[in-house]
């Protein structure tokens, strides 16, 4: 069976941690969307680790990690990120790279900095990944796929094209060096090698795991609301981060995904640009801030503050709703325990009318929180490992949401690790 770990906000909602737990259970773990852009913060008995490309079931020895053709594949990254969890003591990884899968060069990543640059104050808070550029490409025919690696005489055609098409950007709009095909040839050489050992038809792979009854988790990047179609656009990312989106990105069929987690954290968090209609400030968001994830809200790839704020019900509730939630994780609950009262924003008021469903981005934009205030529970909750065991307050708290959101909140998360996890039916 397949299931699929998506997030229901603007990321960084703990899926990592999730899809680590849930990959004890799992034989394949996909990504199917997305780069290197994001990362994902696991802890676990090897240490604490930042993924950006591998998926988050890497730290098993059963467990088979792929690379999606969905994804923006950076393959220095890839490699290097290997190097990394190796040299941490985990073992050396079973990795499949789609031969479908396209490359980041790094051209792509010179043309996020020049875009940003370029946009000074309007820029879009890009991580500089090259993540736009890339996906601009694909869709503009222009991009490498992996399987092209292996035809040289179609690369030396292709990089005279490309350098004809970004040499007229780099010289009149960002006034940069130019890029010669040669040097792009060598970049692709370089890449072949090192992919080389890892190509394979996934879909055809999985296509064959599925027949053997293997289970499959697909794990999504960033959350509903950086969905290009669905999302708070533009500020949102540049392929999409819903679960249907895994049937294409790893090339499976979509009734074969019969879970959706979606993972939900107790309060809101948001890297870079965008509305954010429950967002605090001052003193206030500086204690959650310092308080929340695991040694605070501080992005995985870039190290940025996150903006925080108090949990959205309409946000999360459209956030679920798109993925095709069957499941809701809420996660980082731990974190709340310091506050005597909780606000919820359980609407949004748009000039005077009361909404639950989650407005396009010019009406967003307009929305201001009404708030719930519920009790809190002001005492430390990790460790517990039953439902019942959480005090009353929590367990309100969490019945609350649950209520507004209108989706099972079947995992309970209370704390980083592994093993910090309560279920529910
Ligand atoms: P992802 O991108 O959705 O995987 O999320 P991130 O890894 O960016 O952010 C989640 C952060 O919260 C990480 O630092 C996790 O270690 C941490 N985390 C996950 N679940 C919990 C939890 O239940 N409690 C606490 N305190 N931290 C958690």
């Known amino acids: 069976m397949v299931k699929a770990v998506v997030g229901a906000n603007w990321g960084d909602e703990g899926k990592g941690k999730i899809t680590d737990m849930l990959a004890e259970h799992a034989d ?4 199917f969307q997305g780069g290197a852009n994001a990362g994902h913060t696991i802890k676990n008995h090897y240490g604490k680790f930042s993924l ?12 088979t990690s792929v690379i999606g053709n969905g994804v923006a594949l950076d393959i220095r ?15 050396q990884p079973q990795i499949l790279v789609s031969d479908r899968a396209q490359i980041v060069m790094s051209y792509h990543v010179l043309f996020d900095q020049y875009e940003e640059e370029r946009l000074g104050s309007k820029s ?20 490498f796929q992996v399987s092209e690696l292996f035809d040289e005489d179609l690369l030396l055609e292709k990089t005279v094209r490309v350098c004809e098409i970004k040499n007229v950007q780099l010289e009149h709009l960002y006034h940069k060096p130019l890029l010669k095909a040669d040097d792009l040839m060598t970049e692709l050489q370089e890449y072949r090698q090192m992919v080389e050992p890892y190509v394979t038809d996934v879909s055809a792979y999985l296509h064959q795991a599925l027949k053997e009854g293997k289970t499959v988790l697909l794990e999504g990047q960033l959350g509903t609301l950086r969905d290009p179609d669905h999302g708070i656009y533009p500020m949102v990312t540049s392929s999409p981060t819903l679960a249907g989106y895994g049937a294409i990105g790893a090339g499976i069929p ?35 801030r310092n308080r929340g994830g695991d040694g605070g809200e501080y992005g995985a790839t870039t190290g940025r503050p996150r903006r925080v704020g108090w949990f959205d019900c309409v946000a999360s509730k459209y956030g679920c709703r798109l993925q095709g939630t069957t499941d809701v994780a809420f996660t980082v609950l731990d974190v709340l325990g310091y506050l005597d009262e909780i606000p919820v924003c359980v609407g949004y008021d748009i000039e005077g009318e009361i909404t639950t469903e989650f407005p396009t981005t010019a009406k967003l934009q307009k929305a201001k929180a009404v708030y719930k205030k519920l009790p809190g529970w002001k005492c430390d909750i990790t460790g517990i490992k039953k439902y019942e065991e959480l005090p009353e307050n929590c367990r309100k708290y969490i019945e609350f949401i649950e209520s507004q959101i209108e989706y ?7 704390g980083p690790s592994r093993t910090d996890i309560i279920k529910r039916q």
């Open 124 to 143: 879009f808070g890009s991580t500089k990944s090259g993540i736009a550029p890339f996906f601009s490409d694909k869709y503009a025919k222009i991009g």
């Open 77 to 91: 990254k890839l490699f290097q990120e290997v190097g990394s969890i190796v040299k941490q003591g985990v073992p």
């Open 52 to 63: 950006h490309t591998l998926p988050s079931g890497v730290f098993y020895g059963h467990t």
């Open 408 to 414: 099972p909140i079947t995992m309970i998360s209370n």
């Open 254 to 288: 979509p009734y074969e995904i019969q879970q959706v987690i979606t993972v939900c954290k107790a309060y809101s968090s948001q890297v870079g640009a965008g509305a954010f209609v429950s967002e605090i400030f001052g003193d206030e968001a500086d204690e959650l």
């Open 28 to 31: 394949i773990i996909v990504r």
